[in-house]
């Protein structure tokens, strides 16, 4: 459970902490307002992929599904600062489906944590994996760090991409460059 008290402390000392009056109008109500901001965009902690994932279907076929531009807000783990961008997911089922939604609602649960694009990229596909039992998966994010375009480091827009492939698209770079064509159209 999100500690809201604790939060606020903590944003409290982090004001004081930069040279500003904790107390000064603007600032009041910030601590508790950051505190119930943190409960919202940390909430993933509390969630699994496996609810959403565990409502399958039968599939008519097996044929690759793919689902892109899934937006989605994250939260760097060493900066505490916002990362964002797009998911594309794709996977060949192998008998089973699941709604268009359950993705979406997936991507959400690993990005409403503090997180690092590699891991999240990982940790979507790998439940995808558990859930469905796919013949394969593969998952490519890419996402605008604020931690970086805000301090000059890379420019503004400068995109990192991360890509996993399990299962099938691990061995057959067919079905990767299928993938890498389906969502660069
Ligand atoms: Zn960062």
């Known amino acids: 459970m999100v500690d809201r008290g604790k939060i606020e402390e903590a944003v409290r000392l ?24 943190y409960e919202e965009i940390f909430g993933g902690m509390e969630t699994s992929a496996k609810e959403h994932l565990s409502k399958t279907f039968t599939a008519e076929n097996n044929e690759m599904i793919v689902e892109k531009d899934i937006l989605f ?72 760090h604020m931690c970086m375009t805000m301090r000059g480091i890379k420019k503004p827009g400068s995109r990192t991409v991360t890509v996993v492939a399990r299962g099938e698209f691990e061995t057959n770079s067919e079905l990767k460059n299928l993938f890498f064509n389906m969502v660069n159209s």
């Open 14 to 37: 982090l004001l004081e902490g930069i040279g500003e009056d904790a107390d000064r109008e603007g600032l009041r109500d910030t601590p508790e307002r950051v505190s119930r901001m």
């Open 73 to 144: 807000h994250s939260t760097c783990e060493h900066h505490i600062m916002p990362f964002y961008g797009k998911v594309h997911i794709a996977y060949i089922p192998d008998g089973k489906v699941v709604g268009i939604s359950k993705l979406a609602r997936t991507v959400e649960v690993f990005a409403r944590r503090l997180q690092i694009q590699e891991k999240m990229t990982a940790q979507i596909a790998d439940s995808i994996m558990e859930n469905l039992n796919p013949r394969g998966v593969m998952v490519m994010v890419q996402a605008e």
